[in-house]
């Protein structure tokens, strides 16, 4: 399994954006789907977005639609997850997350089906 790092977070104003880089200790990150997923205090995680590396393939909770847009850099072994638009609803602390996977698709957007997490980066949108 990977070992996963977040960074990039930090205080944004409304209507801002952000770029959130999760980088990966591998050498390839074929096989493998990477998430996104963001916590807030006494709340359950939620996930946002997937990217299945071995086809390319994105995904999305409807709740971001149109605002988050999730990439890779296969030279960097880097996934990011943008962020435009920012609302103060979208302050949360960010986890990207991978499991193993050959198909297509993604996994559902349940933490549980991801094994390997990074610590989070702590997003926070205000004036």
């Known amino acids: 399994q990977l070992q996963l790092q977040e960074s990039g977070g930090g205080l944004v104003q409304p209507g801002g954006s952000l770029k959130l880089p999760c980088a990966a200790s591998?050498?390839?990150?074929?096989?493998?789907?990477i998430g996104w997923f963001r916590q807030a205090p006494g709340k359950e995680r939620e996930g946002v977005s997937c990217?299945?590396?071995?086809?390319?393939?994105?995904y999305y909770a409807d709740s971001v639609k149109g605002r988050f847009a999730i990439s890779r850099d296969n030279a960097k072994n880097t996934v990011y997850l943008q962020i435009d638009s920012q609302k103060p609803e979208d302050t949360d602390v960010y986890y990207c997350?991978?499991?193993?996977?050959?198909?297509?698709?993604?996994?559902?957007?349940?933490?549980?089906?991801?094994?390997?997490w990074g610590q989070g980066t702590q997003v926070t949108v205000s004036s």
């Open positions: 591998s050498l390839t990150l074929d096989y493998y789907a």
């Open positions: 997350a991978s499991e193993v996977w050959f198909g297509g698709s993604c996994p559902e957007f349940m933490p549980d089906l991801f094994r390997s």
């Open positions: 990217i299945n590396n071995n086809d390319g393939s994105t």
